[in-house]
């Protein structure tokens, strides 16, 4: 079992930054964030690779930026620049071991985190 939690959400206004931690505490080959709006279906935001692959959904290219640690492999962040009111969601962090293709897709990943909330004003 994998234990994931997540840091670093937080109310901004529109144009605002936030960066998002995610600590995995066991082996990791893929971490990946996701977000969930009231009302709406979880959905893909970017994803991370050990070897550094990275991919993102294409409403956030170019505004964030997924990344590993340097010195911990298994601790991934969000840096979201240019946040917008429709960013507004709960942020979930999941993790997988298996070495698998890096993906936004939520059925490849087993073990999640609880969320963190993000909330945009205009």
């Known amino acids: 079992q994998v234990e994931v939690v997540e840091s670093g959400g937080g109310s901004v206004q529109a144009g605002g930054s936030l960066r998002l931690s995610c600590a995995a505490s066991?082996?990791?080959?893929?971490m990946a964030w996701f977000r969930q709006a009231p009302g709406k279906i979880r959905e893909g935001v970017a994803a991370?690779?050990?070897?550094?692959?990275?991919?993102y959904a294409d409403f956030v290219k170019g505004r964030f930026t997924i990344s590993g640690d340097d010195n911990a492999k298994d601790i991934a962040y969000l840096q979201m620049n240019s946040l917008k009111p429709e960013d507004t969601a709960m942020y979930y962090c999941?993790?997988?071991?298996?070495?698998?293709?890096?993906?936004?897709?939520?059925?490849?990943?087993?073990?999640w985190g609880q969320g963190t909330q993000v909330t945009v004003s205009s």
């Open positions: 991370i690779g050990r070897g550094g692959r990275t991919t």
């Open positions: 999941a993790v997988d071991p298996r070495l698998r293709t890096t993906t936004i897709d939520e059925r490849a990943y087993e073990y």
């Open positions: 066991g082996y990791t080959y893929n």
